[in-house]
T-cell receptor
Framework: DAMVIQNPRYQVTQFGKPVTLSCSQT?????MYWYQQKSSQAPKLLFH???????NEADTPDNFQSRRPNTSFCFLDIRSPGLGDAAMYLC??????????FGDGTRLSIL | AQSVTQLGSHVSVSEGALVLLRCNYS??????LFWYVQYPNQGLQLLLK??????LVKGINGFEAEFKKSETSFHLTKPSAHMSDAAEYFC??????????FGAGTILRVKS
């Protein structure tokens, strides 16, 4: 089945140690998104790619970066994770003006 | 700027009872509106969407929602709750391109 796949589902890293989360899709959608969702809160958009065009939300910390090497893959890099970055990270994809399809997320823990 | 308000962070219903989850939106232009459901430790699944066609929208799992422009509302209903409906539900609005603005979510509990 076509889908959005996030790896790993659970990630543990140390305070300040860089970490990369990955997302892949078989839907051939041109838009990919990264959201941060903290416990009991709504997802918060960090950034999105429209094809190769990167769009950063104004309040996304500089600590968060993203790469999209091709249509199918997108990565979220956290350069120096702090305790406040512990959250569920959700990847989503869509075609222009179509609903977003979400992966199952990666739950990030910071030790 | 657009926004979404979900009334009630927690809603509890008995199995077989009506489910009503409330959503009000604010938008200066005609919006697209969505309801998503999230089960524990999973991503969001689209239940239904309103994109300026019929005001009564039917979705998956027996859910439906009615767009009422005069009330700026998009409430989600289901005639008869099932235990498997227990989850968190998010209402969202989209205006510019595909960017979604989510409400704070409503956790639905279904009692047997």
């Amino acid at each position: 089945d076509a889908m959005v796949i996030q790896n790993p589902r659970y990630q543990v890293t140390q305070f300040g140690k860089p970490v990369t989360l990955s997302c892949s899709q078989t839907l051939n959608h041109n838009v990919m998104y990264w959201y941060q969702q903290k416990s009991s809160q709504a997802p918060k958009l960090l950034f999105h790619y429209y094809d190769k065009d990167f769009n950063n939300e104004a309040d996304t910390p500089d600590n968060f970066q993203s790469r999209r090497p091709n249509t199918s893959f997108c990565f979220l890099d956290i350069r120096s994770p702090g305790l406040g970055d512990a959250a569920m990270y959700l990847c989503a994809t869509s075609r222009a003006n179509q609903p977003q399809h979400f992966g199952d997320g990666t739950r990030l823990s910071i030790l | 700027a657009q926004s979404v308000t979900q009334l009630g962070s927690h809603v509890s219903v008995s199995e077989g009872a009506l489910v009503l989850l409330r959503c009000n939106y604010s938008s200066s232009v005609p919006p697209y509106l969505f309801w998503y459901v999230q089960y524990p430790n999973q991503g969001l699944q689209l239940l239904l969407k309103y994109t300026s066609a019929a005001t009564l929208v039917k979705g998956i799992n027996g859910f439906e929602a009615e767009f009422k422009k005069s009330e700026t509302s998009f409430h989600l209903t289901k005639p008869s709750a099932h235990m498997s409906d227990a989850a968190e539900y998010f209402c969202a609005v989209s205006v510019w391109g595909n960017k979604l603005v989510f409400g704070a979510g409503t956790i639905l509990r279904v009692k047997s």
